[in-house]
């Protein structure tokens, strides 16, 4: 099985543009959840969808959006670029339904916001 | 408010020795725990985790350890290997009406393994 696959890998913006990124979840699998990881931050919850519906919703500005689609793949965009934007961004799939909290993460999206 | 706490960015254990790696929680309501490892330019993977009911889960050279009423968790890795050099990030988790994939994730702590 294909894991989790994650597009761009890298990319480089400027304050005040946007930006969208692709996940691919595993196949079979039905949630997509979306993490920001920046130093001593950790790991931080943005969203989670599920059969193209967002189910939970971490502590994020509107800026911050995304969607499902019904083939499960997932976007996330992000307007308005700012400085602090500037993370690693992982998509982590899952079959969705009630388990131990194991997620299949992809290998991220890294933004550097200029 | 950092419900997750991990308070060693960074620990280095001698090959062979066993390595300990902590973790505080403040929300009594997670229902499982877990551990995952990251490489460098990868995603984390699973490690191992742990049900809120329980208080010890073993995996091969992987153990946790849950105190609940302290709070705190622990995992153990014994006997070290250079490969187990990474960064570990505990997490937790609240099963709710929608599935449990929402983790709320501590800070990490990187491991170097000495050979």
């Known amino acids: 099985k294909a894991g989790v696959t994650q597009t761009p890998r890298y990319l480089i913006k400027t304050r005040g543009q946007q930006v969208t990124l692709s996940c691919s979840p595993i196949?079979?699998?039905?949630?997509v959840s979306w993490y920001q990881q920046t130093p001593g931050q950790g790991l931080q919850f943005l969203f989670e969808?599920?059969?193209?519906?967002?189910?939970n919703k971490g502590n994020f500005p509107g800026r911050f959006s995304g969607r499902q689609f019904s083939n499960s793949r997932s976007e996330m965009n992000v307007s308005t670029l700012e400085l602090g934007d500037s993370a690693l961004y992982l998509c982590?799939?899952?079959?969705?339904?009630?388990?131990?909290?194991?997620?299949?993460f992809g290998e991220g999206s890294r933004l550097t916001v200029l | 408010d950092q419900q997750v706490k991990q308070n060693s960015p960074s620990l280095s254990v001698q090959e062979g020795r066993i390595s300990i790696l902590n973790c505080d929680y403040t929300?009594?309501?997670?229902?499982?725990f877990l551990w995952y490892k990251k490489y460098p330019a990868e995603g984390p993977t699973f490690l191992i985790s742990i049900s809120s009911i329980k208080d010890k889960n073993e995996d091969g050279r992987f153990t946790v350890f849950l105190n609940k009423s302290a709070k705190h968790l622990s995992l153990h890795i014994v006997p070290s290997q250079p490969g187990d050099s990474a960064v570990y990030f505990c997490?937790?988790?609240?099963?709710?009406?929608?599935?449990?994939?929402?983790?709320?994730f501590g800070t990490g702590t990187r491991l170097t393994i000495i050979p």
């Open positions: 929300n009594s309501m997670f229902d499982y």
């Open positions: 196949s079979g699998h039905r949630s």
């Open positions: 969808y599920f059969s193209e519906t967002q189910r």
């Open positions: 982590a799939s899952s079959e969705g339904q009630v388990n131990t909290g194991e997620l299949f």
């Open positions: 997490a937790a988790s609240l099963i709710s009406n929608f599935g449990n994939e929402k983790l709320t």
